[in-house]
């Protein structure tokens, strides 16, 4: 009774007695319908992407009730080992694309092992020695995505030897096809991701190269005034201060560029803007005098959420375009004002100013620039940094007198507050003092 129990519970036996119901009681072997649902199933099984190649694996193999099998995709000349179910002991070899075996599986045609072996398939194609002599495997499929070659399966032995009929060869063929897609699906979302994480790096270096310039203009520009006020010790100390601060900068635009993209601030912390910006603007003092802060009374403890260094970056990108596009002493000026739930930030220049041509269509695009050398991407790069904290950046200029940069974000908690002058762009007025 006990032996009995054992022969019944066995893998072995179960798909022997399967193999001898299906030969002996059934006009068809398959119940396509039930081998179909579980082939979906098997693939659909929860599960990563990277995980999918080897779910296929195992659907194929369940269908014979094969002890595993292997994934062969294409890798330049030859099929290599790409994935596996239950054989990861030892890989096979690469199999060469022009290779007779191919060759045959590219006539949409599988290939069991066992007969070329004992020489029972006239015109069989010449098997590589590796295969010939590997008797773990059974059958060679073909998996088509249209009518390429997408893949190529690697059937090991079944639990119960037996040859294949007309059904099986339907079936495996159709589910070759269906591997195919599969396969194809799984490499073009892998080679999706890649682009994507390249597209994600190239965007980033473009972005540290922008902030690298922006730092060599800064830099230059101390370096012009470190002719006229070197013997001022204050300078000294402001150009030091510069310096360090310009070195740390670097430091921090190296490690962001190997930060994974979220598309959201690197940070969420309560940050007080007033103080970031007379940071800024102290550290600017050496290269450009005729820089001034104004900050409302309502504003001067405002906070408002995000990343502090990023939000620094949004608005030295802007300071930089006013001082570029200024002539020499001219007064650049930061207001900050709240109104209600929002915090306002304007930065007004006196400098050539751009047309509503040049705002509408040009400003915002990437890699656009009226400037020589210039990379088109600072106010880009400034409208993204003000959206992923939930503001906006507003701009209003006149060609020849000025250009004036809102940028407006919400404070920590929506907690209201009014005071200070808040609301459109407006350019700096002629002889206005901060």
Known sequence: MMLAAVILVS???RAWLRVAIARNFYRYRYDYRSEWLRFIATVSAPGDAQGLPERVVQA????????????????DDRFSPGATWQMADRPPEALAMDTPLVAWLRQDRLLDLEMVRDGELPGAPELPAWLAADRRYWLVLPAFNRDALAGVLLIGRSLVPRRLGWEDEELLKTLGRQVGSYVAESRGQSALEEARRFEEFNRRFAFILHDIKNLVSQLSL???NAERHADNPEFRTDMVATLRESVGKMNALLSWLSQR?????AADAPVPVASLLRQLVKSRAGAWPALTLHVGEKADHAMVSGDAARLEQMFAHLLQNAIDASPAGTPIRFDVAAAGNELVVT????????????????????????????????AYEAREIARAHG??????SREGEGTSFTITLPLVGGNSAVGGAAGKPALLAEGEQA
């Not at 503001?391 to 209003?396: H, I, K, Q």
């Open 11 to 13: 893998d072995r036996f």
């Open 60 to 75: 194929v193999a369940s269908v014979l009730e094969a002890r595993g099998g292997w994934l062969l995709v294409p890798d």
């Open 222 to 224: 101390l370096a012009r």
């Open 261 to 265: 993209a979220t598309g959201l601030p």
């Open 347 to 378: 930065l007004a220049d006196r400098g050539h100013g751009m047309s509503a041509r040049f705002i509408r269509q040009e400003l915002f695009q990437p890699f656009t620039s009226t400037k020589a050398g210039g990379f088109g991407i600072g």
């Open 391 to 396: 503001g906006r950046l507003d701009v209003a």
